[in-house]
C-alpha cells in the first residue's frame, strides 16, 4: 500500500461502536471511510457524530451495498448474529480484489460472557465457508474494546491479531493497521488462529467486568 489516502474501507453495519470506532480510527489515519447501514438516516447520523473528530477526511455514509460496491477493505461490524444473514446479502456487490475483514465474535452475555461454540471452530471460520473463494476473509479487530476505539480523546495501545489463510490479505491488512496510532498489527498465521482469538476476546470481556473497567486489551512483549 503506497498510501493510507488511497485506501477505501467500507464499515457494513457501522453505527454501533466497533463500527463507529473503526470508522473512526481509519479516518484519522487518512483512509477514505464510509459507514454503511440498512438505514442511511443511521449511515448518515453515525457520521456526522463522529465528523466532528475527524479534521481532514471527512467520513462518508451510505446503504450498505452502495458502501462496500467501491471498497478496498470490507469491515463487518455486525452482531454475530446477523453476520452470516449480512454477507449473504452483500457478497455479489463486493468488488473483485476486495477483502473481507471480519471482526465479529459468537459471544452471548447471560451471567457473564459465553463463546458460542461453532462446529467449524470460530466466526471466521464460519463464515469463511459461507463466503465465495474468490473473496479473501481476515479476522482482525477482534479483541480491542469498543469503548476504547470510539472515545476520540482515548489513546491506544494495543496489538492487533490478524489471521486469515491468504498471506497476501493478512499482509495487506497489517499493513493498513500500522497507520493508526497506537495500533499495532501482530501475524497470527492461518485462519484457525481465529479460534484462540476470539476466546481471547471473551477472556477480556471477563477481565473488564472484574476489574471494573472497559479498555482491556492485549499487548504481546518480545517483539521487535
Given amino acids: 500500500m ?10 457494513i453495519g457501522g453505527t454501533g461502536e466497533e463500527g463507529r470506532g473503526l470508522a473512526l480510527r481509519w479516518a484519522r489515519a487518512g483512509a477514505q471511510v464510509t459507514i454503511g447501514s440498512r438505514s442511511v438516516e443511521r449511515a448518515k447520523e453515525a457520521a456526522d ?4 473528530f475527524v479534521e481532514h477526511n471527512p467520513i462518508g455514509y451510505a446503504r450498505n451495498r452502495d458502501a462496500v460496491s467501491n471498497a478496498d477493505f470490507l469491515l463487518l461490524t455486525v452482531p454475530f448474529a446477523h453476520a452470516v444473514s449480512t454477507i449473504e446479502e452483500l457478497q455479489t456487490y463486493f468488488p473483485e480484489g476486495a477483502i473481507l475483514i ?18 467449524e471452530g470460530s466466526a471466521s471460520e464460519h463464515l469463511r465457508a459461507r463466503l465465495s473463494e474468490n473473496i479473501p476473509l481476515v479476522a ?6 469498543a469503548h476504547l476505539l470510539v472515545d476520540p480523546d482515548e489513546k491506544l495501545d494495543c496489538d492487533v491479531l490478524v489471521a486469515s489463510d491468504s498471506k497476501e490479505a493478512r499482509a495487506r491488512v497489517c499493513e ?7 495500533l499495532r498489527p501482530v501475524d497470527a498465521g492461518p485462519l484457525y488462529s481465529a479460534r484462540t482469538i476470539e476466546r481471547m476476546t471473551v477472556l477480556a470481556i471477563g477481565i473488564n467486568r472484574r476489574y471494573k473497567i472497559k479498555t482491556a486489551c492485549y499487548r504481546i512483549v518480545g517483539l521487535s
Fill in 2 to 11: 503506497s498510501n493510507i489516502k488511497d485506501l477505501r474501507i467500507a464499515i
Fill in 49 to 52: 457524530e463522529l465528523n466532528r
Fill in 102 to 119: 471480519d471482526i465479529t465474535v459468537p459471544v452471548f452475555f447471560e451471567k457473564g460472557a459465553r463463546y458460542v461454540e461453532l462446529p
Fill in 140 to 145: 482482525a479487530f477482534k479483541t480491542e474494546p
Fill in 176 to 182: 493498513a493497521i500500522r497507520s493508526i496510532d497506537g
